[in-house]
């Protein structure tokens, strides 16, 4: 075990899996020279030369599509584009090809590829560097969706993301890169659709993503300390496949649900969980599920309105009252 | 003029063209039917654009088209049984009906695909040659496109990138002259799409189109440079379909006259002509590689016909390409056997299969033939007594039914 930020757990994933498979290979907008806009591929150009670390042009979409091709002649590509933003540029690559190849083309074609993409708010970076698309992405069939919030999720995670046959988007969140954490030094796989259950407890479950995990853990201590309520964080890591079976398992011990996220309030992440639980667990549910999300904003510049802007402990501990009340009303 | 080449090639040459042509008319009139749905694309006219390119292709070498591939796969050596079948919409079909008209593909044959959305298949070309390039391969990626790809981003962004990369690949626009019913001059501020690329560092050259022997020789070194100097080029060929952009297309952008014009300069009589008049075919040969080619596409109908219909309990196969791991729900859906859990599960799997069947249903619902348009439902149009190219009651056959024409179409190349 050592301790490492998440960006040196996530290169080091990215190294260990191009040690060990030649046909894998890393490319995007200043990942090679730069050592990458965040320098998660810092290191990376020494080591494998510009054959296997390329510099592209800002041509997101061909990038991708580039990636999709290369993915169904026999390689492993991943694919960094530079914000999840940014991924709007290649959504046509992403949904119409990536997604459907393997489908439309019957199982004759796959597309083993990783496209990683940071997103997320936090840092001023305003309406157009600051989104959170997880549930976007989320809503593809023929995609995975990974959404590590620990440095040692995030390397098994990405390792089994590039060993994986079907294309994954591996949303990363900027404001963890730098945090750190405990992270397995050899081939400690993180299996896609494992969800965590990061602290147990039995009043209700906080269901958190990416960095909305983490909130959640600070959420639960001061749920504990300040109002006797033990809350189950669990961190379902991935999005497609979900592990429901774990939240659902909790929320029949807990009876109790609060979903986090910073993206979107409307057809969001926590939309879809909150639907499923509902569908599945109803008769284990006390009161209905909260949800807590970003504003319904483009992600204002503002220091003041931007942190107005995205979830904090006080939301979720909020939430997770109103649906403990609600259950006692 | 370029000299032809040997009786064999010759005879191959006119007939695959033949070939394709025939299953094309074909595949006109089996959508008359409606046994083939959905939008389909005849490359009647462009079939020289389409066997010059892939009779000097190596096997080894890739091809990636556009939605309008039924006559690029055939001349790969696809199936046409399956490519017909696929048209169906059938088990047997190139993508098991998954895909239809605007989906062939064949990895067998290195076909890398039809694909729906104009100027998609640019950066996948890309993706390819650089693929063959890491691993040291030999194959060279042929990249077809339409005139109006060239206008999307990604022609820019891919001519970019294969030049600065120098991927062995070959960029060939079939400039038709129209994309949809735009034509060229209205939708392309630079009508020498031959000099497009150039400022990307793309050369290119414009070879005419109808002339097979003339795009063997284009393709031919285009194909070299790419192979021995990793060298991207364009090759703008300009051809014409003498059909609508789809089979729902009233063609009000273009005069009968036009359309007149172009089959003068018929790829399949013009080479025809040719190989006889340099005495390197006879008139006999000739018209058995023409008439060849009806066997194969009456077998490829029946073929189609009799194919089954794909099993609904296979909707969800190849979403995924599934391993040991991920575990959880791929997909959750009320139509798929699989996901239900909890205490739906012991119901699930027969009430989603009473469901799906009940779905499926309404595949019946339309009575062959009758199918309305969605494009034009409340519309009383009807363009089709204005289409031009020959009508399948010209052949003698029963007169295909109205099938209305489809104003609200997909963009095109």
Known sequence: MAELRMREALRDAMAEEMRRDESVFVMGEDVGVFRGAFKVTDGLLDEFGERRVRDTPISENTIVGAGVGAAMNGLRPIVELMTVNFSLLALDQIINHAAAIPYMFNGQAKVPMVIRMPGGGGHQLGPTHSHSFEALYLQVPGLLVACPSTPGDAKGLLKSAIRDDNPVVFIEHESLYGVKGEVDDGEELVPFGEARVRREGSDVTIVGILKMANVAMEAAETLAREHGVEAEVIDPRTLRPLDLDTILASVAKTNHAVIVEEGWPHGGVGANLSALITEQAFDDLDAPPQRVTGADVHMPYSKRLEQAAIPHQEHIVSAALATLEGAMA | ?413
């Open chain 2, 1 to 413: 003029m370029p000299g032809l080449p040997d009786a064999a090639t010759c005879y191959e040459l006119l007939a695959r063209m033949a070939l394709i042509r025939r299953f094309e008319e074909e595949a006109g009139r089996q959508y008359q039917r409606a046994k083939a749905g959905g939008f389909l694309h005849l490359a009647i006219g462009e079939e020289a654009t389409i066997v010059g390119t892939t009779s000097v292709m190596r096997e080894e070498d890739f091809l990636i088209g556009t939605y309008r591939t039924h006559g690029h796969a055939i001349a790969r050596g696809t199936d046409p049984n399956k490519v017909m079948a696929e048209l169906f919409g059938r088990v047997d079909g190139t993508s098991g009906g998954r895909g239809g008209s605007m989906h062939i593909f064949d990895a067998e044959r290195r076909f890398m695909g039809g694909y729906g959305i104009v100027g998609g298949n640019l950066p996948i070309a890309a993706g390819l040659a650089l693929a063959s390039q890491y691993k040291g391969e030999d194959a060279v990626t042929v990249c077809m496109f339409g005139d109006g790809a060239s206008n999307a981003g990604n022609f820019g962004e891919t001519m970019n990138l294969a030049a600065l990369w120098a991927l062995p690949v070959l960029f060939l626009v079939e400039n038709n002259l129209y994309g949809m019913g735009t034509s060229i001059e209205r939708h392309s501020a630079q009508t020498d799409l031959s000099k497009k690329a150039e400022g990307y560092g793309v050369p290119g050259t414009r070879i005419d189109g109808m002339d097979v022997i003339a795009v063997r020789e284009a393709v031919a070194e285009g194909l070299r440079a790419a192979r021995e100097e990793d060298r991207p080029t364009l090759i703008e060929v300009v051809t014409y379909r003498y059909r609508g952009h789809s089979a729902a297309d009233p063609e009000v952008y273009r005069e009968r006259e036009e359309v007149e014009e172009w089959r003068e300069k018929d790829p399949i009589e013009s080479f025809g002509r040719r190989c006889v008049e340099a005495g390197v075919l006879g008139e006999r040969e000739v018209g058995q590689a023409r008439e060849a080619a009806e066997g194969t596409v009456r077998a490829a109908v029946e073929f189609a016909d009799a194919s089954p219909e794909p099993a609904l309990d296979t909707m969800y196969e190849s979403l995924y390409a599934l391993t040991d791991y991920p575990g959880g729900w791929y997909a959750v859906d009320e139509r798929s056997p699989e996901p239900h859990r909890g205490e739906q599960e012991a119901d699930m799997p027969a009430r989603a299969r009473e469901l799906a069947e009940a779905g499926a249903a309404y595949a019946e619902v339309e009575e062959e033939g009758e199918r309305p348009n969605p494009a034009l439902e409340g519309d009383a149009q009807d363009h089709t007594a204005s289409r031009t190219g020959p009508d399948p009651a010209d052949r003698g056959e029963e007169p295909a039914r109205a099938r209305e024409t489809d104003a609200g179409e997909e963009r095109e190349d």
